[in-house]
């Protein structure tokens, strides 16, 4: 059983905070998954302020919330976990070079529409969506939703790939885009193990 600990111990290598939401459920790159660090409403509570979805402030606001209606917290848990299968559904078709699904899609566009329906347009050198004063317990949701519409939008669609060595997607922001591996001290460090143990073993038989 995770908790809410080991949800600040996962590494954010997507680039994009709904590239990072996918990532909350591990395994290899093909075949069942392993892990999933949310099991509950607190937990995606603590993804969202890991991540920078959340202020702490608007994470204890939620955490209180979610006691005093614990079936609507219940009902947010499990909308964010539709969400999270139909970000998969668009974002890992692309990372594989083929067309996300469009039930996908249309869920994304209608839950767009009901985030910016709970925004404000905030000033800066530019203006930006913000949900400060959004306090219901979809609010976690609002950030990822809009990220995923802006990569789609405003990316570069070749830029997002799959780690050779595990489930996560990733926006490759390397001048090359020469990016193989969700991170060098994970899946990196390990092909480098990989291949290491299998040159010793080659040389070991001559």
């Not at 680039?15 to 937990?43: C, H, K, M, Q």
């Amino acid at each position: 059983m995770e908790t809410v600990e080991d949800v600040t111990r996962m590494h954010l290598v997507g680039g994009n905070l709904a590239l990072d939401f996918i990532n909350t459920r591990t395994g290899p790159p093909s075949g069942p998954l392993d892990d999933d660090v949310l099991t509950g409403y607190p937990e995606l509570v603590a993804w969202g302020a890991y991540a920078g979805a959340l202020t702490e402030t608007e994470a204890t606001a939620l955490r209180r919330l979610s006691r005093n209606d614990p079936d609507g917290a219940r009902a947010a848990f499990s909308r964010a976990l539709g969400t999270r299968d139909y970000l998969d559904e668009v974002f890992r078709p692309l990372a594989a070079g083929g067309t996300p699904s469009t039930p996908a899609l249309a869920r994304l566009r209608d839950d767009e529409a009901d985030a910016l329906g709970h925004a404000q347009l905030e000033g800066g050198s530019t203006f930006t969506w913000v949900w400060r004063d959004d306090r219901t317990l979809a609010r976690p949701l609002r950030p990822v939703v809009h990220a995923a519409v802006q990569l789609l939008t405003t990316g570069a669609l070749d830029r997002i790939k799959g780690c050779g060595g595990c489930r996560f997607i990733f926006s490759d922001e390397s001048k090359n885009r020469s990016r193989r591996w969700c991170s060098m001290d994970d899946c990196g460090t390990n092909e480098k193990i990989r291949r290491y143990v299998a040159a010793r073993r080659t040389r070991a038989t001559r």
